[in-house]
């Protein structure tokens, strides 16, 4: 490319979608240490003011509802015992400022005999970015327990 300017408005735009790539990639997996540790102020700010957070175990409207599900009774007994929620590398597929992530997810949780795979889950995070910021708009997950809804949610992100 002969083109200076073209090249440098080339070369900016690559950088764009590195950085916003790195930052959905930071947001996601803020999400498992965050969610471990108990941290549900940490956990909100994740999600927009009205995300929602669409799960097998229930569904939770609002920045509100979501932080107060990690200080649930059910949520503090299952880290108070010792867990871990791992992300999987992320599907990253950015839309101007909207994106779409397809991951797996897996629970792992401490029992009598050590740690074990509690759950493993595909994920759809539909994310949004607010002024300078990407947040949750959605994220819907499904235990990969063979029901045809994680398969299809998995396809949707990789189509």
Same mark, same amino acid.
Not at 140 to 151: F, M, T
């Given at each position: 490319?002969?083109d200076?300017?073209?090249?440098?408005?080339? =070369?900016a735009?690559? *950088?764009?979608i590195?950085?916003?790539?790195?930052? @959905? &990639? &930071?947001?996601?997996?803020?999400?498992?240490?965050?969610?471990?540790?108990?941290?549900?102020?940490?956990?909100?700010?994740l999600?927009t003011e009205?995300g929602?957070?669409r799960?097998?175990?229930?569904?939770? !409207?609002? #920045?509100?509802e979501?932080?107060?599900? %990690? #200080?649930?009774?059910?949520?503090?007994t299952? @880290?108070?015992?010792?867990?871990?929620?791992?992300?999987?590398p992320?599907? @990253?597929?950015?839309d101007?400022?909207?994106? %779409? %992530?397809?991951?797996h997810?897996q629970?792992i949780v !401490?029992?009598s005999?050590?740690?074990? *795979?509690?759950?493993?889950?595909?994920?759809?995070?539909?994310?949004?970015? &607010?002024?300078?910021?990407?947040? %949750?708009?959605?994220?819907v997950?499904r235990?990969?327990?063979?029901?045809?809804d994680? #398969?299809? =949610?998995l396809?949707?992100g990789?189509s």
């Amino acid at each position: 490319m002969s083109d200076p300017v073209a090249l440098v408005e080339k =070369l900016a735009n690559r *950088v764009a979608i590195l950085e916003d790539t790195l930052a @959905i &990639q &930071q947001l996601i997996t803020t999400y498992g240490p965050a969610v471990d540790s108990g941290s549900a102020e940490a956990v909100g700010a994740l999600w927009t003011e009205d995300g929602v957070y669409r799960g097998d175990f229930g569904e939770y !409207n609002g #920045r509100d509802e979501i932080t107060a599900m %990690v #200080r649930s009774d059910a949520h503090q007994t299952l @880290i108070n015992g010792g867990c871990g929620h791992l992300m999987d590398p992320l599907n @990253i597929r950015i839309d101007g400022d909207t994106a %779409v %992530v397809t991951c797996h997810s897996q629970l792992i949780v !401490n029992g009598s005999k050590g740690f074990r *795979v509690a759950r493993v889950t595909a994920n759809r995070w539909e994310l949004v970015r &607010q002024g300078s910021r990407w947040q %949750v708009r959605l994220r819907v997950a499904r235990a990969l327990d063979g029901d045809a809804d994680a #398969r299809e =949610l998995l396809a949707a992100g990789v189509s």
